[in-house]
């Protein structure tokens, strides 16, 4: 099989796993065998067409790798509502799920509260945070501790 069909076959099977991959994961090998593949067109000795692969490949990987991390992995942004996950809150108004209805505050702030198993939980009750969606948080009546006898 002439070298430049060989380029081509490998350039294919590198688009293809880049194509059923979520990440990049061949684009590198795919450039690299495509250059590899030019020099063959050439008539370049293989030892060169390898070494131009190898080159390319690790140059590509070099330099596209941190600008797609950059730009096309999600990065998780913490907030300062963050920090309420796990504290203890004071309901402010009855927590009434089926009303959709309920406050608390929590960490200087004031939010919209639905309780965790759909029970209403009453003004005045110590509460667990134990999660934030959108602008409400999902709590749990706050266990209390009896103290050590």
Known sequence: MPMPAVWFVLLV?????????VGLASVWFAAGAFVAMLAAFFHAPIWLQVVLFLVVSF??????????????????????????????AVVTESIDNLKGRGL??????????????????????????LRIEGVKV???PAEISSPAV
């Open 104 to 129: 608390v505050s929590v960490g200087g702030s004031v939010w919209t509260a639905r309780a965790q198993d759909d029970q209403p939980i009453a003004a005045g009750t110590v509460v667990k945070v």
């Open 138 to 140: 999902f709590v749990t």
């Open 13 to 21: 099977v590198f688009a293809i796993v880049e194509g059923a991959t």
């Open 59 to 88: 140059v590509t990987l070099l330099l596209v790798r941190p600008l797609a991390r950059k730009y096309l992995v999600p990065h998780y942004q913490a907030t300062n509502a963050d920090r309420i996950i796990g504290e203890e």
